[in-house]
Every structure is written in C-alpha cells, then in structure tokens.
C-alpha cells in the first residue's frame, strides 16, 4: 500500500531536549517536504526536498533541521525543541515534474507538546 | 507573498445539496493549485490538482475549476453526503515549490 509513515505520532518532550520526527515513503517519490499546522495560521512548510541530499527551506524552518541521506526518508530534527513549537506536523511527498510537484501524499501527522 | 483566501471557512448544509467553495490567491503566477481534504485526526487527502495551464479537474461528484487571471478557483461538489464532511483545504504552489495553503472550509453535511 502506497503511503507516507511518520513516527511518533504523539509526543510530549521538555525544552531542550533533542527530538527526531522520522517519515518514510514508499513511492519512490522524488519530493518530499515537511509541514506544521497552527490553529489560525493553517499549514505552513518548513523544510522541503526535491531529491536525495538536496534541501531547501520553506516558510518556517527556524528551529529544525532536515536531512534526506535516502530517497525513501526525510527526518525532521529540532535540536533545542521550544514550546513555540508545539503544533501538528505533517510529512509530505510527491512525484515531480516539470511544472513542478505532482498531488501530494501525506502522512497522519505527529502531535507534539514541548513543555 | 502569495496569500491564500478561503471563503466561507464553515458550511452547514442538508444532505442531498449542491455546494461551492472558494478559494482565492493573490499572486497568478502559479505551477498549479491543489484541493485537499482533511478529516479530524488524519493527515490531508489529495482531491484535485488543477496546473496552470487546464480550466477545471473533475473526479466523480466533485468538479474544481481554475481562473488564474482573476485569482480564483472554486470545488463544486455535487449531491452532497454525510460522508462529506470535512475540512476542505486548497493550495497554491508558484516557482519556488513552497505550497501556500489556506485555512481552510469546515463542511458538515447532515443527513
């Protein structure tokens, strides 16, 4: 089954202590690309990827980092996790093209709580 | 900077009805604009992807077309279901690849 798999999908954490949100697809998909969603604000990109070891930043990225060592993966990384960034974050991926990426793929979303 | 507008952002409405959303964008230099679904708890379903060059996408009951010189895009869905209801999300994505959602229409659909 075609599908984009993200872990935890829950977690409560302290500031200052390292986190990693894994997401993983299994479409073979050249783009990848990170995402959190605010009430009021909706859903703004933090870090996208348009193929293995090429990353680019979106709206958000400060605060997180990203590496994408493999096609099929594409973790997110907040060093020194701050409560502003308790929020919903989706992982996303998408074939590309040259008119630029095809529907995405998302995954179930991680919810986390940094106290 | 691209800013992305959708109205209304809550619909009620009887099953069996015919509906529209829209969504409106700023800036009509886009690769392509894409209506998703999200359901609570879950992460976002794909609908339509309309690119900058086509006027409308239809899958099944639900039809989304684009007029990218006046900056608007509608999804009309047809004979609506309970099934339906949703929080229907739209996004822009222009040259930087960096999708611009909107907040979003929260559609109940009662029976």
């Known amino acids: 089954e075609a599908q984009v798999t993200q872990n935890p999908r829950y977690l409560i954490t302290v500031t200052g202590k390292k986190l990693t949100v894994t997401c993983s697809q299994n479409?073979?998909?050249?783009?990848m690309s990170w995402y959190r969603q605010d009430p009021g604000l909706g859903l703004r990109q933090i870090y996208y990827?348009?193929?293995?070891?090429?990353?680019d930043k979106g709206d958000v990225p400060e605060g997180y980092k990203v590496s994408r060592k493999e096609k099929r993966n594409f973790p997110l990384i907040l060093e020194s996790p701050s409560p502003n960034q308790t929020s919903l974050y989706f992982c996303?991926?998408?074939?590309?093209?040259?008119?630029?990426?095809?529907?995405?793929?998302f995954g179930d979303g991680t919810r986390l709580s940094i106290l | 900077k691209q800013e992305v507008t959708q109205i209304p952002a809550a619909l009620s409405v009887p099953e069996g009805e015919n509906l529209v959303l829209n969504c409106s964008f700023t800036?009509?230099?886009?690769?392509?604009l894409q209506w998703f679904r999200q359901d609570p708890g879950k992460g976002l379903t794909s609908l339509l992807l309309?690119?900058?060059?086509?006027r409308e996408q239809t899958s099944g009951r639900l039809n989304a077309s684009l007029d990218k010189s006046s900056g608007r895009s509608t999804l009309y869905i047809a004979a609506s279901q309970p099934g339906d209801s949703a929080t229907y999300l739209c996004?822009?994505?222009?040259?930087?690849?960096?999708?611009?959602f909107g907040r979003g229409t929260s559609l109940i659909v009662h029976p």
């Open positions: 996004a822009v994505t222009g040259g930087s690849y960096i999708p611009t």
């Open positions: 479409m073979n998909h050249e783009y």
């Open positions: 990827s348009m193929n293995v070891e090429v990353t």
């Open positions: 996303a991926s998408s074939p590309m093209s040259e008119t630029g990426n095809q529907p995405q793929h």
């Open positions: 309309i690119q900058s060059s086509q």
């Open positions: 800036d009509s230099a886009i690769y392509n």
